[in-house]
Antibody, heavy 118, light 111 residues
Framework: QVQLVESGGGVVQSGRSLRLSCAAS????????FQWVRQAPGKGLEWVAA????????HYADSVKGRFTISRDVPKSTLYLQMNSLRAEDTAVYYC???????????WGQGTLVTVSS | QSALTQSPSASGSPGQSVTISCTGT?????????VSWYQQHPGKAPKLMIY???KRPSGVPDRFSGSKSGNTASLTVSGLQAEDEADYYC???????????FGGGTKLTVL
């Protein structure tokens, strides 16, 4: 069955970097685009980054543009989010999600918590 | 992109129907038939309930339905059940050169 398993979250100091991973299984990785979505404590959902099914296009929220990079490793069926220059406001649960079409994400990971301390 | 507008809360008694609205602009909700709705229970990942304005993924009860008029999309939950109590988020495609945009979320309470 379809599975998305995130890892890499934790506590990090402001200004440092962290890389999140999302291991996908149970489907053809290259048939889908992927998203990273985050949710700050007690807040709503926010699209962070997206990558197209063929990896040719990436989009970012203005709040992370220039600091975060979404990428993928096709042989490993793994999605990444490289997060640099982290700020306190990046503290959130980060979810990876499989895009079925046009931001309709039909499968989600369990989420990984990133806490940025000052 | 600005967030879509949702009422913070909605409520209904078991068996009743409740409608949650989501207002965007002519650049997102009004421009594309790609509105989705997600249900999120506390501490859980979001779950896709409606996509392409009114389509239901396999396994989602037909008590959940979606529609759109102009720049406003709606999610209707009929025959409310206790397990429908959750946060609901709308989202819309906003073009090929930008991310989608979420609504702020609506907390649905089953009285």
């Amino acid at each position: 069955q379809v599975q998305l398993v995130e890892s890499g979250g934790g506590v990090v100091q402001s200004g440092r970097s962290l890389r999140l991973s999302c291991a996908a299984s149970g489907f053809t990785f290259t048939n889908h685009g992927f998203q990273w979505v985050r949710q700050a404590p007690g807040k709503g959902l926010e699209w962070v980054a997206a990558i197209s099914y063929d990896g040719s296009k990436q989009h970012y929220a203005d709040s992370v543009k220039g600091r975060f990079t979404i990428s993928r490793d096709v042989p490993k069926s793994t999605l990444y989010l490289q997060m640099n220059s982290l700020r306190a406001e990046d503290t959130a649960v980060y979810y990876c999600a499989r895009d079925a079409s046009f931001y309709s994400c039909d499968h989600w990971g369990q989420g990984t918590l990133v806490t940025v301390s000052s | 992109q600005s967030a879509l507008t949702q009422s913070p809360s909605a409520s209904g008694s078991p068996g009743q129907s409740v409608t949650i609205s989501c207002t965007g602009t002519s650049s997102d909700v009004g421009a594309y038939n790609y509105v989705s709705w997600y249900q999120q229970h506390p501490g859980k990942a979001p779950k896709l309930m409606i996509y392409d304005v009114s389509k239901r993924p396999s396994g989602v009860p037909d008590r959940f339905s979606g529609s759109k008029s102009g720049n406003t999309a709606s999610l209707t939950v009929s025959g409310l059940q206790a397990e429908d109590e959750a946060d609901y988020y709308c989202t819309s495609y906003a073009g090929s050169n930008t991310l989608g945009v979420f609504g702020g979320g609506t907390k649905l309470t089953v009285l």
